[in-house]
C-alpha cells in the first residue's frame, strides 16, 4: 500500500502533463456563438452603397445565405477574400456586413478585391445592431443562415479553401435542401 | 528659445490627460456608476483572452461598456445585464460560470484539493505521533544520562586526534 502510493506523484504528474499538453493543441479563441440554432436578430441597417435605403432582417430571409463580416481595415479579409468570390460563383448568396469601417475605405476594398457580396450593409464604429446582437467581436465572421432565418453554422476566423470544401459548401447544400 | 522649450514641456503634461478624457459616461445616479464598475469587471472581453471589459482597449469591449452604460440607464437588472450579454457573446464572458453539471469541476475541485491536502497533513501528523512515543517515555534525567554518555564518548575519541594535528 505504501509502495503503491509513492507512485502517486508519478501519475499525478503523467495526467497533468496529458491535460495541459492537449491544451497546447487547442484554439482558446474558437467557440461556438451563442446564436447557433436561434434566429437571425431583427435589424434595420443602411446599404453601404446607399445611406437612405434601409434593409431588415426580413427582406434577406427566404433562401439560405451566407452573412460575412469584414472591414477594410481587417487583414484576414483580404486574405479569405478569394473564397468569398469562389462561393459566389458557385451560386451561394453572400451578404457582406461592413463592420466598423468608413464608406470611402470600403469602397475602395471592394473595387481593388472584387464583389462577392449581393448586398452590404452598414454598421460603422458607435452603431452596435446587427454585429453586435450576433455577438461578432472582430473580423471576418461567418453566420451561414437557413430559409427560416435560423444560424446554422458559425466561423470566426479566415475561411480557407479546405474549410469551402469540406463544410461551408456542403452545409449550405445541406440547408438548401432542407424543407 | 527659453518660453519655446517651457511651452514644449508643458505640452508633455497635455498627453495623458488627452488620453484620459475619452470616454466619459454621465451616470443618472452614483449606485449606477459603482455597478457599472462591479459589472464591467466581471464581465470578460470576447476579443481578448484574459480581461474585464473594464481592463480591455479593444473595441469590441468599447462596445460592450457602452452597451453596459445604455442597460443601466434603463433600469436593467444585474441579472438583466448579464442574460442580455450572454444572449449575443455565450457564456465566455461570464467571469463566474453558472453552476451545473459541466462546470462544477471548476467549481469545487480546488476546495476539494485543499481539503485532499489538509486531511493528507493530519494523517502525517498522526503517524508521527504514533512512531514518537518510545523516545518520549524517558524521564529527563535519563535522557540527560543519555546524552552525557553520547559527549564523553564524542571527546574520548576526537582528543587523540586533535593533539596529533596540533603537535
Known amino acids: ?179 | 528659445m527659453a518660453k519655446r522649450a517651457v511651452v514644449l514641456l508643458l505640452l508633455f503634461f497635455l498627453v495623458p490627460l488627452a488620453q484620459a478624457a475619452i470616454e466619459l459616461y454621465d451616470f443618472s445616479s452614483e449606485e449606477k456608476r459603482t455597478r457599472f464598475h462591479e459589472l464591467g469587471a466581471e464581465l470578460r472581453c470576447p476579443k481578448c483572452q484574459n480581461q474585464s471589459i473594464i481592463d480591455s482597449g479593444s473595441a469590441s469591449a468599447y462596445d460592450m461598456r457602452q452597451e453596459l452604460y445604455q442597460l443601466l440607464e434603463k433600469g436593467y437588472t444585474d441579472e438583466e445585464v448579464f442574460a442580455h450579454l450572454k444572449a449575443r457573446f455565450g457564456e465566455f464572458i461570464l467571469y463566474k460560470p453558472p453552476v451545473r453539471g459541466d462546470t462544477w469541476i471548476l467549481w469545487f475541485l480546488p476546495p476539494f484539493l485543499v481539503l485532499i491536502g489538509f486531511v493528507i497533513l493530519v494523517l502525517l501528523a498522526r503517524s508521527r505521533k504514533k512512531q514518537a512515543p518510545a523516545s518520549q517515555n524517558d524521564s529527563v534525567s535519563e535522557r540527560q544520562l543519555k546524552l552525557k554518555k553520547i559527549l564523553e564518548l564524542d571527546s574520548e575519541q576526537s582528543s587523540p586526534s586533535n593533539s596529533k594535528d596540533s603537535s
Open chain 1, 1 to 179: 500500500m505504501k509502495r503503491a502510493l509513492l507512485f502517486l506523484p508519478l501519475i499525478i504528474f503523467i495526467g497533468l502533463g496529458i491535460f495541459l499538453y492537449k491544451g497546447l493543441s487547442m484554439d482558446p479563441s474558437a467557440r461556438d456563438s451563442a446564436l447557433l440554432n436561434k434566429p437571425l436578430p431583427d435589424f434595420v441597417l443602411p446599404r453601404l452603397d446607399n445611406a437612405d435605403l434601409k434593409v431588415s432582417g426580413e427582406d434577406l430571409l427566404g433562401e439560405v445565405f451566407l452573412l460575412n463580416v469584414w472591414g477594410s481595415w481587417c487583414p484576414t479579409c483580404y486574405e479569405e477574400h478569394d473564397q468569398l468570390i469562389r462561393l459566389a460563383e458557385e451560386g451561394v448568396p453572400v451578404v457582406g456586413l461592413n463592420y466598423k469601417d468608413e464608406r470611402p475605405k470600403a469602397f475602395r476594398y471592394l473595387a481593388q478585391q472584387g464583389n462577392p457580396y449581393t448586398l452590404n450593409l452598414f454598421e460603422p464604429d458607435g452603431v452596435r445592431a446587427l454585429a453586435f446582437d450576433l455577438g461578432v467581436y472582430g473580423a471576418p465572421e461567418t453566420f451561414l443562415i437557413d430559409k427560416e432565418g435560423i444560424v446554422r453554422y458559425h466561423l470566426a476566423g479566415e475561411i480557407t479553401p479546405q474549410l469551402v470544401n469540406a463544410t461551408i459548401l456542403p452545409e449550405v447544400r445541406k440547408w438548401q435542401n432542407a424543407q
